[in-house]
């Protein structure tokens, strides 16, 4: 199995896109194919990660992906299927495209000149359950990536003790001039993104916190892609585990899209075994927004919204009483244009 950096640096010839560069030199592009497949573990939130050599910054975790080629494969989509096949063993059920990650500099190796790799990112929603064989590969909790968007158990201290003083600190240091090409200062980007004074905490803006905390320079891929902004910091925290390339900032975007999509579209159930009780439908919807939800509420909420539909039958739980066992009940999909689980969480 070729490692993650021999997968970048591989050449073929029928994936690069030439043109015309200054002084008639010919660059090329490569197109490579990314997937975040997430699912729920264990009521937590997973990420299937690939691990490879160390980098520069000692990251060792990444998504999986491979170089699209169009002479095997006749879309993108099925170049990232066969891709994270061969890598993972895993054949993908719900996909979707999540966005084009071009930026230079995001390879991350010092003197490249190799070929300039554009990433297309897809998001893949899956079960994870204990029949779930991976040739490669492992399943890594989010979390352990963003530990400050865990909202389980309350604000996460990570965000006062740590984060906080820091961005502060970083965004007094240069005033920024409200600008037709800078709308918003540092200071209040920090505000809205990270929900300071007063402000409220948005559970769908992942990225934004993510590249903000990277503008600072105070996570390792920003020291490691040789940021300014990292060389300031005499001591910079550790603040989750960094990735391979900018495979973190491509988990953030997924994040960020299941976040906001299970609102409006019933993908929680691709998350979910076909029968399940309310409570585990509930934990699985926690772990996924980050905070703890009202039971009452969100059993009103989903029932209400004709999302679900007993089975009739139960569950033994020791020590309790049965619980009622539920699936997810398909005609709400030809009754309601938005049948999402429209949960809102408050602030903590």
């Given at each position: 199995?070729?490692?993650?950096?021999?997968?970048?640096?591989?050449?073929?010839?029928?994936?690069?896109?030439?043109?015309?560069?200054?002084?008639?030199?010919?660059?090329?592009?490569?197109?490579?194919?990314?997937?975040?497949?997430?699912?729920?573990?264990?009521?937590?939130?997973?990420?299937?990660?690939?691990?490879?050599?160390?980098?520069?910054?000692?990251?060792?975790?990444?998504?999986?992906?491979?170089?699209?080629?169009?002479?095997?494969?006749?879309?993108?989509e099925?170049?990232?299927?066969?891709?994270?096949?061969?890598?993972?063993?895993?054949?993908?059920?719900?996909?979707?495209?999540?966005?084009t990650?071009?930026?230079?500099?995001?390879?991350?190796?010092?003197?490249?000149?190799?070929?300039?790799?554009?990433?297309?990112?897809?998001?893949?929603?899956?079960?994870?359950?204990?029949?779930?064989?991976?040739?490669?590969?492992?399943?890594?909790?989010?979390?352990?990536?963003?530990?400050?968007?865990?909202?389980?158990?309350?604000?996460?201290?990570?965000?006062?003790?740590?984060?906080?003083?820091?961005?502060?600190?970083?965004?007094?240091?240069?005033?920024?001039?409200?600008?037709?090409?800078?709308?918003?200062?540092r200071?209040?980007?920090?505000?809205?993104?990270?929900?300071?004074?007063?402000?409220?905490?948005?559970?769908?803006?992942?990225?934004?916190?993510?590249?903000?905390?990277?503008?600072?320079?105070?996570v390792?891929?920003?020291?490691?892609?040789?940021?300014?902004?990292?060389k300031?910091?005499?001591?910079r925290?550790?603040?989750?585990?960094?990735?391979?390339?900018?495979?973190?900032?491509?988990?953030?975007?997924?994040?960020?899209?299941?976040?906001?999509?299970?609102?409006?579209?019933?993908?929680?159930?691709?998350?979910?075994?076909s029968?399940?009780?309310?409570?585990?439908?509930?934990?699985?919807?926690?772990?996924?927004?980050?905070p703890?939800?009202?039971?009452?509420?969100?059993?009103?909420?989903?029932?209400?919204?004709?999302?679900?539909?007993p089975?009739?039958?139960?569950?033994?739980?020791?020590?309790?009483r049965p619980?009622?066992?539920?699936?997810?009940?398909?005609e709400?999909?030809?009754?309601?244009?938005?049948?999402?689980?429209?949960?809102?969480?408050?602030?903590?």
């Amino acid at each position: 199995m070729n490692s993650p950096t021999e997968l970048r640096r591989s050449a073929v010839s029928a994936n690069r896109i030439v043109a015309l560069a200054p002084r008639s030199e010919l660059a090329s592009v490569e197109i490579g194919l990314n997937a975040a497949i997430v699912a729920v573990a264990n009521n937590e939130p997973v990420a299937l990660i690939i691990r490879g050599e160390s980098d520069v910054a000692g990251a060792t975790d990444g998504l999986p992906f491979g170089p699209f080629s169009p002479r095997e494969h006749r879309t993108f989509e099925i170049g990232l299927r066969d891709w994270v096949r061969a890598q993972t063993g895993v054949e993908l059920g719900y996909a979707e495209q999540l966005y084009t990650f071009g930026d230079r500099g995001r390879s991350a190796d010092p003197g490249d000149v190799g070929p300039h790799v554009v990433s297309i990112g897809y998001l893949a929603l899956t079960e994870a359950n204990s029949s779930f064989e991976l040739a490669r590969g492992s399943w890594n909790s989010w979390y352990h990536y963003f530990p400050w968007e865990d909202w389980r158990k309350g604000r996460p201290g990570i965000l006062e003790a740590v984060i906080e003083p820091r961005l502060r600190d970083w965004a007094s240091r240069l005033a920024m001039h409200v600008s037709s090409t800078q709308p918003v200062s540092r200071q209040e980007r920090v505000r809205i993104c990270f929900g300071f004074d007063g402000a409220s905490w948005d559970e769908e803006k992942v990225l934004e916190r993510f590249e903000l905390l990277y503008e600072a320079g105070l996570v390792d891929e920003a020291a490691r892609d040789g940021r300014d902004s990292a060389k300031t910091w005499q001591e910079r925290p550790q603040l989750g585990t960094p990735m391979q390339f900018d495979h973190r900032r491509i988990l953030a975007t997924a994040i960020g899209r299941v976040r906001a999509k299970i609102k409006y579209r019933p993908v929680i159930f691709e998350l979910m075994p076909s029968e399940f009780t309310l409570y585990e439908l509930q934990r699985t919807v926690e772990a996924i927004l980050g905070p703890h939800l009202h039971k009452q509420n969100f059993r009103r909420l989903v029932e209400g919204a004709g999302l679900v539909e007993p089975t009739g039958e139960v569950r033994m739980r020791t020590g309790g009483r049965p619980a009622k066992l539920f699936r997810f009940r398909r005609e709400v999909l030809l009754e309601r244009p938005a049948p999402g689980v429209r949960v809102k969480p408050g602030k903590s």
